[in-house]
């Protein structure tokens, strides 16, 4: 099934399909929900819940973003983490959960940290797939900043096929050369969403603290060819006290469930067991 949803006068993009236990997937930027589609589909016992954050796949970008948190380049609005955890709730709200299970990739690990903080007592487990509590580094903040002046200058789509290429790791492209154009066709974002979302990353809070109150079974999953989070960022989930089952996938890129469903979804079920008891 397919929805809309409203949060702080945006209207909000969502799917859910199956029965089951509900588990919320959230996406990486700068894709959508369809991100997670692979890996759904080898899932059973499960109601996947799956919206697009503000500014992605068929969500609008709302009004309001807030401007001069980002000191690299100060009028740039910015979609705050702490924004798209208020639309999670919303959406959590909307379908009437109490809890849930949750997952999240890079950007959407970010949410679920911020979640974390603020409604710890509906999150019944935390999975992260290619996602890290660390802030960004200088040479992050460098990189934001550059990604923002392309999308001002015109260069969106320089900047989409970059992603493209670089996120989808090598082995992944090698076996499967088609899944660039592929990730690439569900990267839509407006220019002024790419500044905001760019400029929201660079914002983000030190999460590493947080780990370290995360009573909820944690599950990580880190891509071996990751270069956006690498293994060593992501074994700082080990320690959350509510015990977090980590796997390295080394022929994994960035997209990892999105490259290897079949393998992914192995790591998954048999977390995912313990909460259909």
């Not at 990730?183 to 400029?199: F, H, K, N």
């Amino acid at each position: 099934m397919k929805g809309t949803y409203s949060s702080d006068g945006a209207a909000l993009a969502l799917s859910d399909s199956g029965a089951g236990l509900p588990v919320v997937f959230l996406h990486p930027t700068p894709l959508d929900h369809d991100y997670w589609r692979p890996l759904i589909a080898e899932l059973a016992g499960v109601r996947a819940i799956g919206p697009d954050f503000r500014g992605h796949g068929q969500s609008e970008l709302g009004t309001g973003l807030p401007v001069g948190l980002f000191a690299r380049v100060p009028d740039a609005p910015v979609l705050t983490i702490t924004q798209l955890a208020s639309d999670i709730l919303a959406l959590l709200d909307h379908l009437h959960l109490p809890n849930a299970v949750f997952a999240g990739c890079s950007i959407g690990g970010y949410v679920l940290l911020e979640l974390w903080r603020r409604i710890p007592d509906r999150m019944r487990g935390l999975a992260f797939v290619c996602s890290k509590p660390q802030p960004d580094t200088e040479t992050n903040l460098a990189k934001r900043a550059e990604n923002i002046a392309k999308a001002r200058t015109g260069e969106a789509a320089q900047f989409f096929d970059g992603m493209a290429r670089t996120l989808a790791g090598p082995t992944a492209r090698a076996r499967r050369p088609e899944i660039v154009s592929e990730v690439l066709a569900r990267m839509t974002l407006s220019p002024e969403a790419i500044v905001a979302v760019q400029a929201g990353l660079a914002t983000r809070p030190d999460s590493v603290p947080t780990v370290a109150t995360i009573t909820a079974p944690v599950l990580a999953i880190a891509g071996g060819e990751d270069g956006a989070v690498s293994a060593a960022e992501m074994e700082a989930f080990k320690a959350a006290p509510g015990g977090c089952v980590y796997h390295l996938l080394a022929d994994a890129g960035h997209f990892a469930a999105y490259e290897q469903p079949q393998r992914v979804a192995s790591l998954f079920a048999p977390w995912l067991r313990r909460f259909q008891v």
